[in-house]
């Protein structure tokens, strides 16, 4: 359940949160015209820093490019009015949501683009998938419904409408009692969960599905990839099939959101280091490690507030 703040940005003014409302027939509504982010803000023992915020806005900026939309907006602009925000709510800890949406006023599946606005709220949200799946790992299951195509819904712009797909199989997979869905391309590649990229590790080497099997190229991924690297670990950005998974010595998932959460099994075989391996346990560590602020931080992936 949402925890109102205080305020949410709208195109430059602090609106306070219950008054935060757009037309109903804006097209973003009706036809999934829209793209959003997700980013997390972590205590630190120097106050609140935002992780990777200028990439997440990049990749907002990237994604609108897609939809064809102007945020209107630079990066530079995001970047300071998600900072603002943070303080005003005063979160020490917390989830950013920017989102890029259409001003109503055109009908039809060709809405005008030249109306983009932007919001952007900050809330508190803890863990995504569950304590239960932090510790003792997720549960998932190969959806029957396939991720969304390169050909269909590109996959790497983060689109509101491109967010039925997970959806559809997240709500399927939680319904047959498990945590989260994996899904495949055509293909029959593993491509991520309903909303986080997907690896594995069998005989110490670390492999996630490359950005041509459907995935939104995560920015948690790419974390975990540099910090996997920097403890000199092998890293392979290479397609994985759903029984190499089932096989794995160790697999998990990494979000935003979810953060990283070690996967107990797929299809119910499970997973050889079920709780969490060494590997996982590791680079857990490391992430928690950064996001916290209690490492030094060379790729400058901290933005105080
Ligand atoms: N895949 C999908 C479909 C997602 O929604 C997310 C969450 N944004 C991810 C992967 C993980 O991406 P990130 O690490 O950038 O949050």
New binding site residues.
């Given amino acids: 359940k949402l925890t109102p703040t205080s305020d949410i940005w709208m195109d430059g003014k602090f609106v306070p949160w219950d008054q935060a409302q757009v037309h109903v027939l804006t097209p973003s509504l009706h036809y999934g015209w829209g793209v959003y982010?997700?980013i997390r803000a972590y205590p630190t023992a120097e106050g609140p820093a935002v992780f990777r915020l200028r990439e997440?806005l990049q990749?907002l900026h990237d994604s609108a490019r897609v939809y064809l939309m102007d945020p209107g907006h630079t990066v530079e602009e995001l970047t300071e009015a998600s900072l603002e925000l943070l303080r005003r709510t005063g979160l020490e800890s917390g989830y950013l949501r920017p989102l890029v949406y259409l001003e109503y006023g055109t009908m039809g599946v060709a809405p005008r683009l030249d109306s983009a606005r932007v919001a952007i709220a900050a809330w508190p949200w803890g863990s995504y998938l569950g304590e239960k799946a932090e510790q003792e790992g997720c549960r998932l299951m190969v959806s029957s419904w396939q991720r969304n195509g390169l050909h269909s819904v590109p996959?790497l712009a983060?689109a509101t409408g491109?967010?039925v797909n997970?959806a559809l199989a997240k709500v399927a997979a939680v319904r047959a009692g498990y945590d989260d869905a994996l899904m495949l391309t055509p293909a029959g590649h593993v491509a991520?969960?309903?909303?986080?990229?997907v690896f594995s590790v069998r005989n110490g080497v670390i492999v996630t599905p490359p950005v041509s099997d459907n995935?939104?190229?995560?920015?948690?991924?790419?974390?975990v990839i540099t910090l996997a690297r920097d403890l000199g670990h092998e890293v392979r950005e290479q397609s994985l099939t759903r029984s190499e998974l089932y096989v794995a010595d160790e697999a998990f998932l990494?979000?935003?959101?979810?953060e990283i959460v070690p996967i107990a099994s797929v299809d119910d075989r499970p997973v050889a280091e079920a709780g969490c391996g060494p590997v996982t346990r590791q680079l857990r560590q490391a992430f928690q490690d950064v996001v916290h602020g209690r490492t030094s931080d060379p790729h400058g992936w901290l933005t105080r507030l």
């Fill in positions: 982010e997700g997440h990749r996959p983060k491109a967010y997970s991520e969960a309903s909303a986080a990229n995935i939104l190229p995560g920015i948690t991924r790419d974390t990494t979000g935003t959101a979810a």
